[in-house]
């Protein structure tokens, strides 16, 4: 077999002959299949998206929906299916080497030789875990109570869902009780909990499936954005959901709009930013013409999965395409680059209290605003997780800079690991990005939710304060009125804000 050449990038609005799209990505849906906690999970990575034609063909397309991707392989032999049983493990989407840089290992620390991989291991302990998560979500009893230490991992992850409306909720216990899983979990969960799986007749074993899919297309080796952040931006969706004005006005389809961009809003992230990209002449920022590039391709990330496990395919073609546009609207609103736009565009509506959530394109407004404060929600989390959370993304921006250095490129703002620290990095985000933001949240939503967020906000920033009192006497000088954000300061801030969104 030849290797496969890569090509640019097929539009996921091009369309797509219906046989080939039949043929992709056969995964199994047994009880010893990864789906449902087999050893390995990248058994079915390595299933995904394989097209196999008729001993009668001589080329097998490939098409990779998710990156955007066509890869032409020549097949010499007679009916040879490209799958990983013939030993080829394809390139993980968004992880093209530019510069040296391979996203696959870009943030991923080394292990010593010989050594078994610590995930590898936790799922290995965990099998009989997984089968019982799953049946636990299912609402089916336990067959087997012998287990009693995965028993109690099963309970508490269970306790833990009954309270998945607190503000406290501690998305890092949760993940660990889940086993890493905490993206799946979850929001199936909160799918089933607000009875969306029966109205919209979904069927589950799709939905676990994509669920699944989008969970291991984010790229866990990020110290910030990875699946645990992605569920973490889920909770907070769903606590934003349950505000007496949204919940009296959304619709079923408006909810599960939010919580599934909530879920998908940095799918395939490859831990860099998006100057980055552009100035390592990434194929993607050539693609979106360095417009949005990450959230574009956040996106068109999701619409893939959505079709490839064809979780709406019982509904409408209408009804589908529409899903898939309002969701690319709710995610590209996620763009900190166009942060004042949205802002201004709310403050307008709340100065002329005109925003009527009867209309649809005030909901969706609405939501996009709900999915932009949960997107960078962490400096209002109670401490002991925002300190974690503050930590995580400043690793990653440093790591960012070590590359950049490394390559001798210019070093992109806060991301140079000498001449910043986490409390700096943190400080001026919460002044000028976070701040101006969840002020006129709380103007919208004035509840106990809201006074809560900027209250751990105020405690959060003194606190880093406290351990950089330069910093801290700097973000003053440049502050304005509260609330409202001068222009320079905050683009400042907006690029530190671009790689958290």
Known sequence: ???????????????????????????????????????????????????????????????????????????????????????????????????????????????????????????????????????????????????????????????????????????????????????????????NQYGLIELFQLDMVKVRQFLVLVQEDYHNQNPYHNAVHAADVTQAMHCYLREPKLAQSLTSFDILLGLLAAATHDLDHPGVNQPFLIKTNHYLAALYRNTSVLENHHWRSAVGLLRETELFSHLPAEDSLSIERQLGSLILATDISRQNEYLSRFRTHLDENNLCLGHASHRHFVLQMALKCADICNPCRPWELSKQWSEKVTEEFFHQGDIEKKHKLEISPLCDSEANTIASVQIGFMTYVVEPLFAEWARFS????????????????????????????????????????????????????SQES
């Open 1 to 191: 077999m030849e290797l496969c050449y890569q090509l640019p990038v097929l539009p996921l609005d091009r369309p797509v002959p219906k046989h080939v799209l039949s043929r992709r990505g056969a995964i199994s849906f047994s009880s010893s299949s990864s789906l449902f906690g087999a050893p390995d999970p990248r058994q079915l990575s390595q299933r995904r998206g394989a097209i196999s034609y008729d001993s009668s063909d001589q080329t097998a397309l490939y098409i990779r929906m998710l990156g955007a991707c066509v890869i032409f392989k020549q097949l010499f032999s007679r009916d040879v299916r490209v799958r990983s049983q013939v030993g080829f493990e394809p390139e993980r989407r968004g992880s093209h080497p530019y510069l040296g840089v391979d996203f696959r290992t870009l943030h991923s620390r080394a292990e010593s030789a010989g050594s078994i991989p610590a995930r590898r291991v936790r799922r290995l302990f965990s099998f009989q875990r997984h089968l019982l998560s799953s049946r636990l979500l299912r609402g089916a009893p336990h067959l087997n109570p012998l287990h009693i230490l995965d028993e109690d991992y099963c309970g508490q992850a269970k306790c833990m869902l009954e309270k998945v409306g607190s503000w406290n909720f501690d998305i890092f216990l949760f993940d660990r009780l889940t086993n890493g899983n905490s993206l799946v979990f979850l929001t199936f969960h909160l799918l």
């Open 446 to 497: 004035d509840t106990r939710l809201s006074q809560t967020m900027l209250g751990h906000l105020g405690l959060n920033k003194a606190s880093w304060s406290a351990m950089d009192p330069e910093a801290s006497g700097s973000s003053e000088e440049g502050e304005s009125e509260p609330g409202r954000a001068t222009e320079e300061p905050s683009s400042r801030a907006l690029s530190q804000g």
